[in-house]
C-alpha cells in the first residue's frame, strides 16, 4: 500500500503550485476557478493529489534501498566507454530504380491492404475565444503613477550597496605583519609579489592576495571593518582576526548606488500588468465560463464583453496536436468533436488548456473522415513501391559483399574516413550494428558488420581498430555513479513490482479479451 500523506504534506504541495498562486501566494479564488473549469471539486483534487504523492513515496522509498556498488559502475562505465574506429560504405538503393519493373495490380494490391494510409481524418474548422491573464493584462494600462510607486516601494531591492575590491596578506604573528607593513610603505609595488611569498591564504596568495570584490556581511567582522574605512591604495594597520593577522590593501571603491527607474521602468511595467492580469482573470474565469454555456449559441457576446477577438481555425483533426495551437488541447478536441458540438453547433464549455488560460470554442464546419481515391495516390504509391523494392536490392547486394568481405575477399567497396564509436557517442551506427561493431573480436581486425539503413540503402562497417577509453573527468565520474544509482533504483523498483504480481491472485480471461 503507499504510505500516507500527512495533511500538512498535502497542503504544502497545493500551496507551492504556481497556477493556484496569485502574486506569489497562494489564491482560493485561483484554487477554486481552476479546478471547477476542470469540473472538479476541491475534494476530488486533493483525494487525487493525495493518491498521487503517496504513489511517489512509495516509489522512492522502494527505489532508494537499491546500492550501486563500486564495481557495477565500473563495469557499466566500461561498457559505455568501449570505442572503435570504423569506416563506413554505402550500398546505396539509388542506382537499383531502374531495375525495378511494377504492375498495375502491385500498385492496386498496396492501396487495397493499406486504407489506413490513405485515410483522411475527420476535421473540424473552429471558432474560438481565449480568455487570458496575458490578454486581461495588456487591457489595463499601467499608468506611470502606477510604476513609480511599485519602485519606491522596492527601493531595497535596486539599490546596490558599496562594493570594494582588496588584496590582503595573511600571516601568523604580528611581528611578520608589522615587518611587512614597513616594507609595504616603503614599496608599495611589491604588494602581489611579497603576497606569493608570504601569504599564508592558499586561495588568494597565487593573485597577488587579489579576493575580488565584496560587500559588508561577506568577510569576517575585523577584516571588514578595517577594509570599508580604508582608502583606496592605502596599505592599513595590521588587522587580526581568527586566521591571523591580514594586511590590507584596498583597490577599489564602486559607491552604493540604486538602479534608476527609466533602467527597470519596463520589468516593472510587465510586473504590474501580468499582476492585474492575474486578478482579473481569477474575477472573470467563472463569469467567462458561466457566459459561453449559457449563450451557447454564439461566442460573440462573451468576446465582446470580455473585449477578446473571436478568431477562426484553418483544418483540425481529433488528434491532440501542438500544431493546433490552443486548440490542440486534448480536453478541448473532445468536446470540439463532441456529437453535440458537430450536430448543433454549440459553444464548448470553457477549457483551461493552460494556467490562467481558458478556452472556448464551437464548429463553423465539419469534415467527416473519408478515403482518397485510388486515382489521386497512385502516383505516389508507385514512388513509394519503387523506393523499397531498390531498397530490397540493395540490401541483398549488400548482404552478399558482406559475406565476401568475411570470407577475406575484395567487395571492391569505397571506405570512408576512419571515426571513433561508443555506446556514449555512437556517430549515427545504428544500435543493433553498434552492439556487434563493439563486441567484435579486437585480436582479429578487421571485422564486418552490415545494416539495413532503409530507403537509403545498405550500409557496411569495416571495425579497423579498438581505441583505448578517454580519460574521463570527476563530473563524468560523477555521472557514471549516478547512473547505475538510477539503474539500480529502477531495477529495485521492478523486482517489488514483480513480487507483487507474483503474491497476487490475477485470473485473466482471454476469451473476453479476444471479444470486439
Same mark, same amino acid.
Given at each position: 500500500?503507499?504510505?500516507?500523506?500527512?495533511?500538512?504534506?498535502?497542503?504544502?504541495?497545493?500551496?507551492?503550485?504556481?497556477?493556484?498562486?496569485?502574486?506569489?501566494?497562494?489564491?482560493?479564488?485561483?484554487?477554486?476557478?481552476?479546478?471547477?473549469?476542470?469540473?472538479?471539486?476541491?475534494?476530488?483534487?486533493?483525494?487525487?493529489?493525495?493518491?498521487?504523492?503517496?504513489?511517489?513515496?512509495?516509489?522512492?522509498?522502494?527505489?532508494?534501498?537499491?546500492?550501486?556498488?563500486?564495481?557495477?559502475?565500473?563495469?557499466?562505465?566500461?561498457?559505455?566507454?568501449?570505442?572503435?574506429?570504423?569506416?563506413?560504405?554505402?550500398?546505396?538503393?539509388?542506382?537499383?530504380?531502374?531495375?525495378?519493373?511494377?504492375?498495375?495490380?502491385?500498385?492496386?494490391?498496396?492501396?487495397?491492404?493499406?486504407?489506413?494510409?490513405?485515410?483522411?481524418?475527420?476535421?473540424?474548422?473552429?471558432?474560438?475565444?481565449?480568455?487570458?491573464?496575458?490578454?486581461?493584462?495588456?487591457?489595463?494600462?499601467?499608468?506611470?503613477?502606477?510604476?513609480?510607486?511599485?519602485?519606491?516601494?522596492?527601493?531595497?531591492?535596486?539599490?546596490?550597496?558599496?562594493?570594494?575590491?582588496?588584496?590582503?596578506?595573511?600571516?601568523?604573528?604580528?611581528?611578520?605583519?608589522?615587518?611587512?607593513?614597513?616594507?609595504?610603505?616603503?614599496?608599495?609595488?611589491?604588494?602581489?609579489?611579497?603576497?606569493?611569498?608570504?601569504?599564508?591564504?592558499?586561495?588568494?596568495?597565487?593573485?597577488?592576495?587579489?579576493?575580488?570584490?565584496?560587500?559588508?556581511?561577506?568577510?569576517?567582522?575585523?577584516?571588514?571593518?578595517?577594509?570599508?574605512?580604508?582608502?583606496?591604495?592605502?596599505?592599513?594597520?595590521?588587522?587580526?582576526?581568527?586566521?591571523?593577522?591580514?594586511?590590507?590593501?584596498?583597490?577599489?571603491?564602486?559607491?552604493?548606488?540604486?538602479?534608476?527607474? %527609466?533602467?527597470? =521602468?519596463?520589468?516593472? /511595467? @510587465?510586473? !504590474? +500588468?501580468?499582476?492585474? $492580469?492575474?486578478? #482579473?482573470? *481569477?474575477?472573470?474565469?467563472?463569469?467567462?465560463?458561466?457566459?459561453?454555456?449559457?449563450?451557447?449559441?454564439?461566442?460573440?457576446?462573451?468576446?465582446?464583453?470580455?473585449?477578446?477577438?473571436?478568431?477562426?481555425?484553418?483544418?483540425?483533426?481529433?488528434?491532440?496536436?501542438?500544431?493546433?495551437?490552443?486548440?490542440?488541447?486534448?480536453?478541448?478536441?473532445?468536446?470540439?468533436?463532441?456529437?453535440?458540438?458537430?450536430?448543433?453547433?454549440?459553444?464548448?464549455?470553457?477549457?483551461?488548456?493552460?494556467?490562467?488560460?481558458?478556452?472556448?470554442?464551437?464548429?463553423?464546419?465539419?469534415?467527416?473522415?473519408?478515403?482518397?481515391?485510388?486515382?489521386?495516390?497512385?502516383?505516389?504509391?508507385? %514512388?513509394?513501391? =519503387?523506393?523499397?523494392? /531498390? @531498397?530490397? !536490392? +540493395?540490401?541483398?547486394? $549488400?548482404?552478399? #559483399?558482406? *559475406?565476401?568481405?568475411?570470407?577475406?575477399?575484395?567487395?571492391?567497396?569505397?571506405?570512408?574516413?576512419?571515426?571513433?564509436?561508443?555506446?556514449?557517442?555512437?556517430?549515427?551506427?545504428?544500435?543493433?550494428?553498434?552492439?556487434?561493431?563493439?563486441?567484435?573480436?579486437?585480436?582479429?581486425?578487421?571485422?564486418?558488420?552490415?545494416?539495413?539503413?532503409?530507403?537509403?540503402?545498405?550500409?557496411?562497417?569495416?571495425?579497423?581498430?579498438?581505441?583505448?577509453?578517454?580519460?574521463?573527468?570527476?563530473?563524468?565520474?560523477?555521472?557514471?555513479?549516478?547512473?547505475?544509482?538510477?539503474?539500480?533504483?529502477?531495477?529495485?523498483?521492478?523486482?517489488?513490482?514483480?513480487?507483487?504480481?507474483?503474491?497476487?491472485?490475477?485470473?485473466?480471461?482471454?476469451?473476453?479479451?479476444?471479444?470486439?
Amino acid at each position: 500500500m503507499p504510505r500516507p500523506v500527512s495533511d500538512e504534506q498535502l497542503r504544502e504541495t497545493i500551496v507551492a503550485i504556481p497556477a493556484f498562486q496569485s502574486d506569489g501566494q497562494f489564491s482560493k479564488t485561483n484554487y477554486e476557478v481552476l479546478l471547477r473549469a476542470q469540473s472538479m471539486t476541491p475534494q476530488m483534487f486533493e483525494a487525487r493529489l493525495r493518491y498521487d504523492m503517496s504513489l511517489s513515496l512509495l516509489r522512492r522509498s522502494i527505489s532508494e534501498t537499491g546500492i550501486a556498488s563500486r564495481g557495477l559502475t565500473q563495469r557499466l562505465a566500461a561498457l559505455q566507454e568501449q570505442r572503435r574506429e570504423v569506416q563506413e560504405a554505402l550500398v546505396a538503393a539509388q542506382p537499383f530504380l531502374g531495375q525495378v519493373k511494377l504492375t498495375e495490380a502491385q500498385v492496386k494490391a498496396y492501396y487495397d491492404t493499406n486504407p489506413a494510409e490513405f485515410r483522411i481524418p475527420e476535421r473540424v474548422r473552429a471558432e474560438y475565444v481565449v480568455l487570458s491573464a496575458d490578454a486581461l493584462g495588456r487591457q489595463d494600462t499601467v499608468s506611470e503613477a502606477e510604476i513609480k510607486a511599485a519602485y519606491d516601494a522596492r527601493a531595497t531591492q535596486y539599490r546596490v550597496e558599496e562594493q570594494r575590491r582588496a588584496s590582503h596578506i595573511l600571516v601568523k604573528t604580528k611581528d611578520e605583519a608589522d615587518k611587512l607593513v614597513a616594507e609595504l610603505r616603503k614599496a608599495p609595488g611589491r604588494f602581489a609579489e611579497l603576497a606569493k611569498k608570504y601569504s599564508q591564504d592558499a586561495g588568494s596568495s597565487q593573485q597577488g592576495g587579489d579576493l575580488g570584490s565584496f560587500g559588508r556581511g561577506m568577510m569576517v567582522p575585523a577584516f571588514e571593518e578595517a577594509a570599508f574605512l580604508q582608502k583606496e591604495g592605502e596599505i592599513g594597520d595590521p588587522v587580526q582576526s581568527s586566521e591571523g593577522w591580514h594586511i590590507i590593501r584596498v583597490t577599489g571603491v564602486q559607491p552604493a548606488k540604486s538602479r534608476p527607474l %527609466q533602467e527597470v =521602468r519596463g520589468e516593472l /511595467a @510587465a510586473e !504590474l +500588468a501580468k499582476q492585474k $492580469g492575474t486578478r #482579473r482573470f *481569477a474575477e472573470a474565469a467563472e463569469a467567462f465560463s458561466n457566459m459561453v454555456y449559457e449563450q451557447a449559441d454564439s461566442l460573440k457576446p462573451a468576446a465582446e464583453r470580455f473585449k477578446l477577438p473571436v478568431q477562426t481555425s484553418g483544418w483540425i483533426a481529433r488528434m491532440p496536436s501542438p500544431e493546433a495551437g490552443v486548440l490542440g488541447n486534448a480536453k478541448l478536441l473532445g468536446a470540439l468533436f463532441a456529437a453535440d458540438s458537430l450536430q448543433t453547433r454549440r459553444n464548448t464549455d470553457a477549457v483551461e488548456v493552460a494556467p490562467n488560460v481558458l478556452v472556448a470554442a464551437r464548429v463553423l464546419e465539419h469534415q467527416p473522415a473519408s478515403q482518397k481515391k485510388f486515382e489521386d495516390v497512385r502516383a505516389e504509391i508507385e %514512388q513509394h513501391l =519503387r523506393r523499397t523494392e /531498390a @531498397a530490397k !536490392l +540493395a540490401q541483398k547486394e $549488400g548482404e552478399t #559483399r558482406l *559475406a565476401t568481405l568475411r570470407k577475406g575477399g575484395d567487395a571492391g567497396l569505397k571506405w570512408g574516413a576512419g571515426k571513433a564509436v561508443s555506446r556514449r557517442s555512437p556517430q549515427g551506427v545504428p544500435s543493433g550494428a553498434l552492439r556487434q561493431v563493439l563486441t567484435a573480436d579486437a585480436a582479429k581486425l578487421p571485422a564486418y558488420v552490415g545494416a539495413d539503413r532503409g530507403e537509403d540503402g545498405y550500409m557496411l562497417y569495416k571495425v579497423v581498430r579498438a581505441l583505448d577509453a578517454e580519460p574521463k573527468t570527476e563530473q563524468q565520474k560523477a555521472a557514471d555513479q549516478a547512473r547505475a544509482a538510477q539503474q539500480t533504483a529502477a531495477e529495485q523498483l521492478d523486482a517489488y513490482v514483480a513480487s507483487l504480481r507474483a503474491r497476487a491472485n490475477i485470473e485473466v480471461n482471454k476469451s473476453n479479451l479476444e471479444k470486439k
